[in-house]
């Protein structure tokens, strides 16, 4: 596509819920990033994916946070039993290179999640 | 552990005004520097991306610095436009980070017309 995809763009979940969020890279790219964006901060990495190997996940905050790239294309980042402290901006980013090189890095537009 | 401090936080300057905005980071253990563009409710666009070999990159309106030994970058905005209202994110990618990029919490800018 013509560039990073996310969805859905909102999410309210109840606390205690699974959710589910997608990423659809730009087309041909190798490395695939997650961030969370709390509320006036920057993002904050979450893990990364170089094709389909998850060479980091050191960011994600606790063992209720999953993320898989299958493919090396799509990738999907669950968190279960969610909590409100979860709420915030997922963001995907890839880049046509690997994570290492001096690539420039795209960004899907974000989900915003709410845990009631 | 590599920390990226942005100021101000936010500015607000009249239409016109050449302005600039400051990141510095810790490590000077860099492979590069991402200037980005964030408007409410939006993704991040990326603005200027500084390889950790090179001194400054020009994007129009846009002048981006690097001086990896001081730790410093910075953002020049010339005749800035109500249009320019965002948030502007620096985003460092340290050698010694593995593969993350570090953010800073962003500068709000506000052009008044």
């Known amino acids: 596509g013509a560039g990073v995809s996310q969805s859905p763009r909102y999410k309210v979940a109840k606390r205690g819920q699974d959710v589910a969020l997608r990423c659809d890279p730009i087309?041909?790219?190798?490395?695939l990033f997650w961030y969370q964006q709390a509320l006036g901060q920057g993002p904050e990495f979450l893990t990364y994916?170089?094709?389909?190997?998850?060479?980091?996940k050191s960011g994600l905050p606790s063992d209720r946070f999953f993320a898989k790239r299958p493919e090396g294309s799509v990738s999907t980042l669950k968190i279960q039993r969610t909590q409100q402290e979860d709420s915030a901006v997922y963001l995907c980013?890839?880049?046509?290179?690997?994570?290492?090189?001096?690539?420039?890095?795209?960004f899907g537009q974000g989900t915003r999640l709410t845990v009631v | 552990k590599q920390e990226v401090t942005q100021i101000p936080a936010a500015l607000s300057v009249p239409e016109g005004e050449n302005l600039v905005l400051n990141c510095s980071f810790t490590?000077?253990?860099?492979?590069?520097l991402q200037w980005f563009r964030q408007d409410p409710g939006k993704g991040l666009t990326s603005l200027l991306l500084?390889?950790?070999?090179?001194r400054e990159q020009t994007s129009g309106r846009l002048n981006a610095s690097l001086d990896k030994s001081s730790g410093r970058s910075t953002l020049y905005i010339a005749a800035s436009q109500p249009g320019d209202s965002a948030t502007y994110l620096c985003?460092?990618?340290?050698?010694?980070?593995?593969?993350?990029?570090?953010f800073g919490a962003g500068t709000r800018l506000f052009v008044k017309a």
């Open positions: 980013a890839s880049s046509l290179g690997t994570g290492l090189l001096n690539t420039e890095a795209f």
């Open positions: 087309s041909g790219h190798v490395s």
């Open positions: 994916f170089q094709n389909e190997a998850q060479l980091d």
């Open positions: 490590d000077s253990a860099i492979y590069n």
């Open positions: 500084i390889q950790s070999s090179q």
């Open positions: 985003a460092v990618k340290s050698s010694t980070g593995g593969f993350k990029t570090i």
